[in-house]
């Protein structure tokens, strides 16, 4: 089942889309990734999720890529009287370690880690940054504030301290128990929430122990600080940008969005821009206007995915989301504007051999009219770099190894075949005509640039081109 586009789609599942004739509906789409977002919903309730997904997997004989989403550290208010209060502009409202129930001038926050770093001036935002207040006087167990924007506040309603480090790991409890789960169930792919710094990474790379690759979540202003060296030790990269958007400025979450492709682009790592790209979807069967800017806008950024949240898990059109997206994505790449936007950015290729190997497939390519460029990889990084030269033909990846080709359907541009290893270069070349010729990407006559490493099964080592013909 062939892709006629190079960006992915990425669907977030649940209660909406669970159900197998969705699911395979969803994927029959263009839904390319599936996301089990481990805010919500039981471990049963992913495990069937994750076993349906396989069962499509093999019937379809296409390699899905699965997304964990942990929840990371959630800061909440308490309890509140009756269930709800009313903040006044101006009025003084304290928060503090007292777990009685809040009323009009106080309410607890069972979050000692929060008053640690606490000073006067700092501002601190209340359910989705629609609240705001600022600390006037602050202690270990207290802050005493100004309610700078009132509204009406409930129970457990969020709690963000922007522009603050919080000295509190992205991974609690719960987050560890459901990465044991997701990496026994066999998740392809896992995103990291509230990451604040490398160490983050660090930590839960360490727990994962190469099970499983890793998204870090860019939703913090914190992370955008030290944004190249998340980069660096990511696999992916997520522009989260609803909870972006929260700790900063609405009108600079395009700004940071573009940069975060960017630094992705050059670095070679894959990008997925979220959250409430075609959100209107989530009650209406077709977006508006502005969604499809916004999700073109990504696409001519050369983001390698972009991704549906409440749309598909939560909404009344989960495959009309899908559909309307996958052709959004298409229409763009076809656009005359999209490859000079897309090439402005071209990555120079680092002085080894199996970057000029790739950035020569890209030149070779285009020269002589190839149909596809063919990389055989092991551990995925043939793949990695042929991305991001971003070449005018389809990438098709071959590779023995099923996590790899699941991992990588994220991947710009790539098109990935689960396919027995070879023995011999003769052997590579020709099976990756027939498989070229069987998955509909050249037909008898047509040339493919074919990259490997030799020896065979060795990561990392791509060393090889060679310019095939098809003979069908």
């Not at 897309?342 to 970057?355: G, I, K, S, W, Y």
Request: negative net charge.
């Amino acid at each position: 089942m062939r892709r006629n586009r190079n960006a992915k789609i990425v669907a977030t599942l649940g209660p909406a889309s669970r159900d197998r004739a969705v699911l395979n509906d969803l994927f029959e789409a263009g839904a390319d990734v599936f996301r089990l977002n481990f805010s919500h919903g039981s471990h049963d309730d992913h495990r069937r999720t994750y076993n349906t997904i396989r069962e499509l997997e093999g019937e379809h004989g296409r390699p899905i890529g699965i997304l964990q989403d942990l929840q990371g550290p959630k800061l909440r208010v308490g309890r509140l009287k009756d269930g709800a209060i009313h903040l006044t502009r101006g009025a003084r409202f304290r928060l503090d370690l007292d777990e009685t129930e809040g009323d009009g001038t106080r309410a607890p926050l069972p979050h000692p880690e929060v008053f640690e770093v606490l000073e006067p001036e700092t501002p601190i935002l209340l359910d989705d940054g629609k609240l705001r207040l600022i600390v006037k006087e602050c202690g270990k167990d207290f802050a005493d504030c100004e309610v700078e924007t009132g509204g009406p506040l409930s129970d457990r309603k969020g709690v963000n301290v922007p522009g603050v480090v919080m000295p509190i790991s992205p991974l609690t409890k719960k987050d560890r128990e459901d990465l044991r789960f997701g990496l026994e169930l066999g998740v392809d792919w896992v995103a990291l929430s509230f990451v604040q710094r490398p160490e983050d990474v660090a930590e839960a790379r360490k727990l994962i122990g190469g099970k499983a690759a890793i998204v870090v979540k860019v939703e913090k202003p914190a992370a955008l600080e030290c944004l190249d060296q998340l980069v660096e030790l990511a696999d992916a990269i997520m522009v989260a940008r609803g909870d972006l958007g929260v700790e900063v400025p609405a009108e600079e979450v395009p700004g940071h969005q573009k940069d975060i492709i960017r630094a992705c682009r050059l670095a070679g790592k894959p990008v997925i821009v979220a959250t409430q790209m075609l959100d209107s979807m989530v009650q209406s069967p077709a977006p508006t206007r502005a969604e499809a800017s916004d999700v073109a806008t990504a696409v001519y950024d050369g983001a390698d995915a972009v991704m549906l949240s409440a749309e598909t898990a939560a909404g009344h059109y989960p495959r009309e989301s899908v559909h309307f997206m996958n052709r959004i994505i298409a229409r763009t790449e076809k656009d005359t504007f999209y490859r000079p936007i897309v090439e402005a950015l071209h990555p120079q290729p680092e002085p080894t051999a199996p970057d000029a190997i790739s950035a020569a497939a890209a030149q070779v390519a285009a020269t002589i009219g190839a149909a596809a460029i063919v990389s055989y990889t092991t551990s995925g990084s043939t793949a990695l770099r042929a991305a991001r030269e971003r070449p005018l033909v389809p990438i098709l990846v071959l590779t023995a190894r099923l996590d790899t080709a699941r991992r990588l359907t994220l991947l710009w541009g790539a098109h990935t075949v689960n396919t027995a290893d070879v023995g011999n270069f003769q052997e590579m070349v020709e099976k990756a005509c027939t498989i070229a010729f069987d998955e509909q990407f050249a037909r008898k006559g047509e040339k493919l640039v074919v990259t490997a490493g030799v020896p065979f099964g060795t990561p990392g080592a791509t060393n090889v081109l060679r310019i095939a013909w098809v003979e069908g």
